[in-house]
């Protein structure tokens, strides 16, 4: 079973940093894509980042982009984002998700490609101005 264990939020002032960590057990495939999405009281889920772990193709909300940083220790099966120059905008409650892709073979022979998403708890992040 997929699970992912998030850590590292909490109170920082405006200009401040915070580090994320996304401990994931249980992936078996090589091919997958882990992430953060935040959420904001009456704002709909923003896609923030996102790494693979085929390239490590990296992915940044444009409100993040220069800010912030995800990398990944595969040795820990961990990734990071590394949020500097945070605004109070970017306060919400951060989720480690991850798409998992797989392929097998059916009865048939035939290739069956697909993904499972799953997330984690969230971690609550408060930037004070």
């Known amino acids: 079973e997929v699970q992912l264990q998030a850590s590292g939020g909490g109170l920082v002032q405006a200009g401040g940093s915070l580090r994320l960590s996304c401990a994931a057990s249980g992936v078996t495939s090589d091919d997958y894509v882990i992430g953060w999405i935040r959420q904001a009281p009456g704002k ?54 991850a798409r998992i892709y797989f392929r097998h073979y059916n009865s048939a022979f035939e290739p069956v490609v697909g993904a499972h998403d799953y997330s984690g708890q969230g971690t609550l992040v408060t930037v004070s101005s």
């Open 44 to 97: 709909e889920r923003e896609r923030v980042s996102s790494i693979s772990s085929s390239d490590s193709t990296t992915y940044y909300a444009d409100s993040v982009k220069g800010r912030f940083t995800i990398s990944s220790d595969n040795a820990k099966n961990t990734v990071y984002l590394q949020m500097n120059s945070l605004k109070p905008e970017d306060t919400a409650v951060y989720y480690c998700t």
